[in-house]
């Protein structure tokens, strides 16, 4: 089947611009539409399921957290009044504002502090050239959407559409616009992403509330600073609530297995820290989605890790960092036959010069952040990587893989200081919210257990503050073992990344670089003027899956989305998101040369990204993959 | 500033994992070392502009991998390469016995023209560590490799510490003065192109448009 050119849906490059048709008439919304639909399901106020009990809770929350906002306004001090009020109008829920903060409510402040100073640096870099098209083309897209006319719309669009995406039902239409000329590009992102708006200095309200429910004497132009942080902190914690409700929703169903399906069109916007251990664990297909095999599964599986360990720890210690090879010399001795024991020591050797190879990167394992130097951590590295390279002789240890075990690690060491932080607060009569724990990781007869649990500090700890030397071994093998799982998890989905010669990596570089001949040939030729080749910076970024060039904080992010993925996203919407990347940086590595560009995409600069970087770049890829999913001979 | 266009030096540097390639470059371009290196994927790339006998030269460092998965990629970093620098660990014997094959890797990959007497350089790092950390008789097994002129490897030596800064700047000084050689002696035959790239990645497009018409 030859595949058929769309002059439609290719893009258009003029002056130095690249950009994406969707169609003369507004056609391609189809496309737009389905890709809201994806990204709004955690949106705060939209509804996406009617008749859904969730709805009605969240709307609840809504309107108690903005009613206060809104109306309960005395003082400037609002900000201060509405945590609490919030986590009064949520008595009665699953679960105490505390379980949704276990780190305690200041860190909000920090957290939102920190997204309104980049939120202006966030937006000015959302004018790619996608974008900047994509603008364009959302008045169209708009005008679709709004009720009287979303019919004609409809019926407008372009049933040859060959991307891959899910029909969109017009019942479920998630949004409700304000008809309203939009025009900045950050009004885009309102309205393609709503939760980008968190943080948004504006305090343009996108979606449409009751008339009534509105202050009729309050202008909102002259709030002062107070205000608009007051307001900024309750669209925050408005989010946060909401999208944990229902997260929990999903995690609780009562019929005893989890919808993957919905889980996944969650996730893909994000995951709350505290289930995301859980929520990844059932996403990459760890923990089971039926809820009466999980604690069963997880004990088989994790006890068949700690015997994988048993066999090879027989010949290599993880102790310290000598390699010991406790039983080498002796066993080698001890066989009898010469063939048979230079076979055992070459083996042996073998093993050596992998586990030194390991103990060399796992000291130089995401160095910046304490927790990866201190030795209870660098010795469960060791194990993990350890067992699987030997495990995988295809591939066996590869570097990079080193760096991709370190989220689930502080993911899953996470997880369990909350889940103790969660059952310490339990004992002061907080509501049990052991429903939503990882089963089997707690127990009242461990010692060190108990000992944390009483530790004054417990409610201040998280990963990145906590020894792992104060967890017992029980704890220390559960963790180690759900690392390993998911991470081989994450493995077989580029098993061909990292065997021989890497045809997987060669594979995505070349996919790669077809798609920037089609999103943006000039950058293309430039390179090709330069004589920059694609593997020379790509190799990295598909290597260690960007995990090198992003912080470790907001790649946690982007595996919320890749987890969503089916396929996982690590190896072919991976290539995307490196597009988008790339894209980015567009303009400026469009006025360097060879030494400069290298230099550049080295050590791009993203160290003041936010998550709100991280969604738009992710959007993007979203809208490419939607764009070429179907097209793999156009990127052969 | 001169208007005269600076000499572009491309140097390659190679070695096992671990044995310090990317601290001796960090030492070397920012004067600096730190234990807070990541492995090297791929390879990194690094320039230093430097004054050898009165001419400014700008080396074009590649700073490679030493895993032995990684090597197939070779051939994007090595081709135009004007000088190779063979790194060994003076703590790890296998990282010395490894430095043939490291030669041999570069100049199958590498395509250089004049692999006879193509400009290689040897590096033995990490003379900072207690004596008895050392390679035994390290000296006898280094005469052994660099003498024997069927191994092949009869090249300058430097021992260095990149945690300490000792010997660095020398070492590079004189892959700079080496490299500049060759890339004389291979500027006479290509003395018309501004930059040896293109010829390379023609080649390369051509064979990657062949998939797809469309
Ligand atoms: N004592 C000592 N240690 C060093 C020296 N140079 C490097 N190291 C240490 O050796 C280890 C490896 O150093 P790197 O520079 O990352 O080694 P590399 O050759 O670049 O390794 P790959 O990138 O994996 O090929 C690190 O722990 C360094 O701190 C040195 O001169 N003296
Ligand atoms: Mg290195």
């Keep these: 089947m030859a595949p058929k050119r769309r002059p439609e849906m290719s893009q258009v490059s003029s002056n130095g611009h690249n950009e994406f048709v969707f169609g003369e ?13 994806n990204l709004s399901l955690t949106g705060p106020l939209l509804n996406s399921h009617k008749n859904d009990n969730s709805e009605e809770i969240n709307r609840n929350i809504n309107s108690s957290i903005y009613g206060e906002m ?13 945590l609490p009020k919030a986590a009064a109008s949520l008595k009665g829920k699953r679960l105490s504002l505390l379980s949704f903060f276990p ?27 996608l974008f900047r098209h994509a603008t364009n083309s959302m008045s169209a897209l708009e005008a679709s959407l709004r009720p009287s006319s979303r019919k004609s719309g409809f019926t407008d669009l372009d049933d040859d559409w060959d991307a891959q995406i899910d029909d969109v039902d017009p019942e479920v239409a998630p949004v409700v616009l304000k008809p309203v000329a939009r025009s900045s590009t950050n009004d885009m992102i309102d ?27 309050r202008d909102r132009a002259l709030m002062d600073s107070h205000d608009r942080q007051a307001e900024q902190e309750v669209r925050f914690l408005n989010q946060m609530l909401t999208k944990l409700t229902k997260f929990q929703n999903i995690l609780l169903k009562n019929d005893g297995t989890i919808d993957l399906h919905e889980l996944r069109k969650l996730s893909w916007n994000g995951v709350p820290a505290e289930l995301r251990a859980s929520v990844w664990q059932l996403l990459v297909g760890y923990l089971p989605a039926n809820k009466s095999r999980q604690a069963s599964n997880l004990m088989r599986k994790r006890s068949e890790y700690a015997e994988g360990l048993k066999n090879v720890s027989t010949q290599i210690l993880f102790k310290d960092d000598n390699v010991i090879s406790s039983t080498a010399n002796s066993s080698a001795a001890s066989v009898p036959g010469g063939r048979d024991s230079n076979n055992r020591d070459n083996s042996v050797n073998k093993d050596k010069a992998l586990y030194h190879q390991i103990k060399i990167d796992v000291k130089r394992t995401n160095p910046s952040m304490p927790l990866y130097s201190l030795a ?112 081989a998890r994450l493995l077989e989905n580029i098993t061909d990344n990292y065997i021989n010669e890497q045809p997987g990596i060669h594979r995505q570089v070349s996919d790669l670089r077809n798609l920037i001949l089609k ?3 000039e950058l293309l030729q430039h390179f090709e003027a330069e004589g920059i080749e694609f593997i020379q910076f790509l190799f990295r970024w598909m290597n260690c899956l960007l995990m090198r060039e992003v912080s470790v904080g907001l790649i946690i992010r ?62 993007e890829a979203f809208i490419w993959q939607s764009l070429y999913v179907n097209k793999g001979a156009h990127l052969r | 500033m001169s208007a005269r266009k600076k000499t572009l030096l491309k140097v390659i540097v190679l070695g096992d994992l671990g044995v310090g390639k990317t601290s001796l470059m960090q030492q070397f371009v920012n004067k600096k070392f730190s234990h807070q290196y990541k492995a090297t994927i791929g390879a990194d790339f690094l320039t230093k502009d430097l004054t050898i006998d009165n001419k400014t030269v700008s080396l074009q460092i590649w700073d490679t991998a030493g895993q032995e998965r990684f090597q197939s990629l070779g051939v994007a970093f090595y081709r135009g390469a004007d000088c190779c620098v063979l790194c060994y ?73 990149a945690k300490d800064s000792i010997n660095v700047e020398t070492a590079f000084e004189n892959v700079a003065r080496m490299a500049l050689q060759q890339e004389e002696l291979n500027g006479a035959s290509r003395n018309d192109m501004n930059d040896d790239y293109h010829d390379a990645i023609n080649i390369h497009l051509e064979n990657d448009n062949s998939g797809c018409a469309c």
Aim: glycine share 6%; charged share 20%.
């Design chain 1, 191 to 217: 309205l393609l992403h709503p939760d980008l708006m968190a943080f948004a200095p504006s305090l343009r309200i996108s979606v449409e509330r009751k008339p009534s429910q509105r202050h009729p004497s």
């Design chain 2, 89 to 161: 660990d003076v703590t790890n014997e296998k990282s010395l016995n490894n430095l043939s094959s490291w030669k041999d890797e570069f100049l199958v990959q590498s395509n250089v023209s004049n692999p006879q007497d193509f400009p290689f350089i040897i590096i033995g790092n990490k003379i900072d560590v207690d004596e008895s950390k050392k390679i035994p008789s390290l000296q006898k097994k280094l005469l052994n490799i660099t003498n024997n002129q069927l191994g092949g490897l009869n090249y300058p030596l430097f021992e260095t510490s």
């Design chain 1, 558 to 619: 982007m595996w919320d989305t890749y987890l969503s993925e089916t396929p996982l996203g690590f190896n072919l919407f991976h290539v995307y998101v490196c597009a988008a990347f790339l894209i980015k940086f567009s303009a400026e590595l469009k006025e360097k040369d060879f030494q400069d560009i290298l230099l550049f995409l080295q050590n791009p600069p993203t160290a003041n990204w936010t998550e709100k970087d991280i969604e738009v770049m992710l959007s």
């Design chain 1, 25 to 37: 008439k507004g056609g391609r919304g189809k496309n737009l539409l389905s890709f809201l639909k």
């Design chain 1, 376 to 487: 209870a951590t660098q010795q469960s590295l060791k194990k993990i990587l350890y067992l699987w390279a030997v495990r995988h002789p295809a591939s066996g240890y590869v570097q990079g893989i080193n760096d991709l075990c370190t989220p689930f690690y502080q993911i899953f060491l996470g997880n369990y200081i909350w889940q103790l932080q969660r059952k310490a607060a339990h004992k002061t009569g907080a509501p049990d919210d052991s429903p939503l724990f990882i089963p089997g990781i707690l127990d009242d007869n461990d010692t060190q257990e108990q000992l944390i649990l009483e530790d004054p500090k417990l409610m201040t700890y998280t990963a990145e503050n906590f020894d792992p030397s104060r967890i017992s071994d029980r704890v220390t093998a559960i963790i180690e073992a759900d690392t390993y799982w998911c991470l």
């Design chain 1, 70 to 82: 809104t109306y309960g306004y005395t003082s400037p001090d609002t900000g201060g009044l509405i």
């Design chain 1, 103 to 129: 780190y305690g409510l200041s860190k909000i402040d920090t957290t939102d502090g920190s997204g309104t100073q980049s939120n202006n640096g966030g937006s000015s870099r959302l004018a790619s050239p």
């Design chain 1, 519 to 521: 999103i943006d040939p």
